[in-house]
């Protein structure tokens, strides 16, 4: 199972809803919202038809119950699920409110914290099947220790049948090259996610685990406050393969722009299929069209993170 976690934005529910017509399974998406409001519950099930979880880290306790309460009493929700965060886990009457839940996310903060480590080891009963780690942003400098915090927590769930979910993103927040030139970095979300697969695969007291693979598509998952900073949009299109993500890129988008000649770059990859899904048949016949200056920030954002779902859930 792959867990894409998406943003509530038009471009990551448009990658989502290509991907369901693209007949792609074996995916459980993790939507982020800032509103508990039925509207926005709507709108996500308007464009994707399957089962989904909500992730709460945007919302207060308060809204995290009543968006409990408003998908417990609507049956076109019932494809809806909510990852609580770990620290209603210590909260007994707040779990006695819920009764039973099967989603639980616990960040890297977590992990790291005693206190929460002896209360989860005298009360194993009460977590749920399903548990997300999320570790937030991976690079080079730290995966092996971040391979150890994680393969050291699951050792609290020896003999124990639990599926986990191993969360993190290798995209950084600010790029580190000029906005013209291309940028490359390795998926080290993705090897994370398969030493701490083969860990427990090796070890018979943790063998009984479920390791699954998740990340934050081609979105970085440190988050940036824009509130008062100008932003203008890279002309460029995320784009993964099995090993790294490649952000090709042709400049700001400021009057003419190429975007063809970005499409032209990427469908010479080795690797490249235009029959592998909706976004490379939109790369493809794009690269063909005398429409240079086709799409927006929004409909390039969808090809990668289509893309990408797609790649991840093969």
Request: proline share 3%; aromatic share 10%.
């Amino acid at each position: 199972m792959y867990m894409p976690a998406l943003k509530n934005k038009q471009g990551e529910l448009r990658a989502l809803q290509q991907a369901e017509l693209d007949d792609i399974q074996n995916i459980l998406p993790l939507l982020q919202i800032n509103e508990a409001t039925e509207d926005v519950l709507t709108k996500i099930s308007s464009k994707y038809n399957g089962k989904f979880l909500i992730d709460t880290r945007e919302l207060e306790g308060s809204d995290i119950k009543y968006l409990h309460q408003l998908i417990s009493d609507n049956t076109e929700f019932d494809k809806i699920e909510i990852a609580f965060p770990a620290s209603l886990l210590e909260s007994e009457d707040v779990l006695s409110e819920m009764g039973s839940i099967d989603y639980i996310e616990v960040n890297k903060d977590y992990l790291e914290n005693p206190f929460f480590l002896s209360w989860l080891k005298s009360h194993i009963s009460q977590i749920p099947n399903n548990i997300i780690l999320d570790l937030g942003y991976v690079d080079s400098n730290y995966l092996q220790e971040d391979i150890e915090l994680v393969t050291s927590f699951l050792t609290i769930f020896k003999h124990a049948s639990k599926r986990v979910f191993i969360l993190s993103g290798s995209i950084p927040a600010i790029i580190p090259t000029k906005s013209t030139e291309n940028y490359e970095c390795p998926r080290f979300d993705y090897e994370l996610f398969k030493s701490i697969s083969r860990d427990c695969s090796r070890d018979f007291e943790l063998s009984n685990l479920e390791i699954n693979f998740g990340d934050y598509t081609t979105v970085s998952p440190i988050q940036i406050d824009y509130t008062d900073k100008k932003i203008i949009s890279n002309v460029q299109i995320k784009y993964t393969t099995s090993d790294r993500y490649i952000l090709v890129r042709n400049g700001q988008r400021k009057g003419n722009y190429n975007l063809s000649e970005v499409c032209d770059e990427i469908v010479n990859f080795a690797s490249f299929s235009k029959t592998h899904c909706w976004a490379d048949r939109y790369i493809a016949d794009l690269r063909d069209s005398t429409d240079t200056n086709r799409g927006n920030p929004s409909t390039w954002a969808s090809l990668g993170i289509e893309h990408h779902i797609v790649l991840c859930a093969e």
